[in-house]
């Protein structure tokens, strides 16, 4: 089935520093991707996404690059904020089995 | 649209209880998910539906949740007896397949 592998947290960053968080995928087909993100006390919404092999989602100053041939959705970030201090999970959706699967969420924290 | 609305948003309950989570997904949307998120486990999906049929609720944990989808604008997950090991927040989510998902601001059950 799909699954989704992110990397563990938490990370701890200072403001203005360059943020990664790493993203692997398992899947049949070609399932759409995206990146969703927490706030404290607040539910998850969509951050961006990305729907074919190449396509770069991106928003708030965060990418990520659809990469088929490395199975990857790598979030990247290149100066990061207080107020992006966050859980970041990873997400597929496939076509064939509507089921939408997360990564367990990365903490990230950034300190002024 | 005033999203996938959610309640109650906090419920307090004791042990043995009956609780009952109610959830209005976006209108025109046909899946619809429930997870249970926990500080130990993170983010799991107990169940989802295509076209209000449950297709794969393998994630809810035992007989003592149930979960329906009456139709097309309304679901509940319910937990019959309650006990403290539930306590946890609760989103529902609800997409068109392959398609970006829409959170609630999720119900944070505390069974004492």
């Known amino acids: 089935g799909n699954s989704v592998t992110q990397m563990e947290g938490p990370v701890t960053l200072s403001e203005e520093a360059f943020l990664t968080i790493n993203c692997t995928y398992t899947a049949t087909g070609y399932p759409s991707l995206f990146w969703y993100v927490q706030y404290p006390g607040e539910g998850l919404q969509l951050l961006l996404k990305a729907t074919k092999a190449d396509d770069k989602g991106s928003n708030k100053g965060f990418e990520a690059t659809y990469r088929k041939e490395t199975t990857s959705f790598h979030l990247e970030k290149g100066s990061v904020q207080v107020s992006d201090s966050a859980v970041y999970f990873c997400a597929l959706s496939g076509l064939d089995d509507y089921k939408l699967s997360f990564g367990a969420g990365t903490t990230v924290t950034v300190r002024a | 649209d005033a999203g996938v609305i959610q309640s109650p948003r906090h419920e307090v309950t004791e042990m043995g209880q009956e609780v009952t989570l109610r959830c209005k997904p976006i209108s025109g949307h046909n899946s619809l998910f429930w997870y249970r998120q926990t500080m130990m486990r993170g983010l799991e999906l107990l169940i989802y539906?295509?076209?209000?049929?449950?297709?794969?609720d393998s994630g809810m944990p035992e007989d003592r949740f149930s979960a329906k989808m009456p139709n097309a604008s309304f679901s509940t997950l319910k937990i019959q007896p309650s006990e403290p090991r539930d306590s946890a927040v609760y989103f529902c989510a609800s997409s068109l397949p392959g398609f970006i998902a829409f959170f609630g601001q999720g119900t944070r059950l505390t069974v004492v």
């Open positions: 539906f295509n076209n209000n049929v449950p297709i794969d």
